[in-house]
């Protein structure tokens, strides 16, 4: 009984974790980027070939606070910069948001640098970003 016990519980175990197996799974490779801004650090994933799981972060530190923005819209228009909304697993909503320019669908070479803007409250801040 003790065995049969001890089996039914690898089973149990064996089961529940095979959700978590998929998880850090990708489809796609990302490009990171990065710069620093007055008092903020600004990450951005690029995903190659698979634009709308690319998002960018910041890091205040004074607040010691990271904030993620996601591609407002999952199309990519190379006519237009991107714009990034601020994302809140809450539904609670930001005025502040990202354009980031001079990204291209199928560049095989992903850029060096790539200029972007944040708008917050406050005037808009250029920067740019740089490959890591």
């Given at each position: 009984?003790?065995?049969?016990?001890?089996?039914?519980?690898?089973?149990?175990?064996?089961?529940?974790?095979?959700?978590?197996?998929g998880?850090?799974?990708?489809?796609y490779?990302?490009?990171?980027y990065?710069a620093?801004?007055?008092?903020?650090?600004?990450?951005?994933?690029?995903?190659?070939?698979?634009?709308?799981?690319s998002?960018?972060?910041?890091?205040?530190k004074?607040?010691?606070?990271?904030?993620?923005?996601?591609?407002e819209?999952?199309?990519?228009?190379?006519?237009?910069?991107?714009?990034?909304?601020?994302?809140?697993?809450?539904?609670?909503?930001?005025?502040?948001?990202?354009?980031?320019?001079?990204?291209?669908?199928?560049?095989?070479?992903?850029?060096?640098?790539?200029?972007?803007?944040?708008?917050?409250?406050?005037k808009?801040?250029?920067f740019?970003?740089?490959?890591?």
């Open positions: 009984m003790k065995r049969l016990a001890g089996y039914l519980l690898l089973l149990v175990i064996f089961v529940l974790a095979i959700p978590y197996a998880i850090s799974q990708k489809a490779a990302a490009t990171r990065k620093t801004v007055k008092n903020l650090i600004v990450t951005f994933n690029l995903a190659e070939g698979y634009f709308s799981a998002e960018l972060k910041i890091y205040n004074i607040s010691r606070q990271t904030s993620r923005f996601l591609p819209t999952g199309a990519f228009n190379e006519n237009e910069p991107s714009k990034f909304i601020h994302y809140s697993p809450s539904t609670k909503k930001y005025s502040d948001y990202f354009l980031v320019e001079g990204l291209k669908e199928n560049d095989e070479m992903m850029p060096a640098k790539i200029n972007a803007v944040y708008y917050s409250k406050s808009p801040v250029k740019v970003l740089i490959k890591k």
